[in-house]
């Protein structure tokens, strides 16, 4: 992480549009989350990224509509991480269950 800090913003005719700090303006830059930001970008604009995007709203969405609406799940009734993967873990398991008892 880099950090660089402008010498002097006092009478900056564009003070007030880049920044509202009564201090001068501080620019901190992470060069590794950008660098992962645009790695991210270019797997999600290649062709075979656009495919699994398209393939999410079959895959994904219709089970959470289907947990949330027809299962009538809005919120976990236990407080911690790991009650809370007990919790979704129950749901996950009646949910490929009542998938498994429509498929026999």
């Not at 062709?47 to 609406?69: L, M, P, S, T, Y």
């Not at 991480?81 to 490929?96: C, S, Y």
Request: charged share 25%; with cysteine; hydrophobic share 40%.
């Amino acid at each position: 992480m880099q950090r660089y800090q402008a010498q002097n913003c006092n009478g900056c005719p564009l003070r007030g549009l880049c920044h509202k700090s009564k201090y001068n303006r501080i620019i901190e830059r992470n060069y590794n989350l950008i660098r992962l930001k645009a790695q991210a970008k270019t797997l999600l604009t290649s062709e075979q990224g656009i495919a699994k995007r398209r393939q999410r709203c079959w895959d994904v969405e219709a089970v959470f509509g289907n947990i949330k609406h027809n299962m009538n799940f809005k919120r976990f009734m236990l407080r911690g991480i790991d009650k809370v993967n007990v919790e979704i873990g129950l749901i996950a398991m009646a949910h490929n269950l009542k998938k498994y008892s429509l498929a026999i």
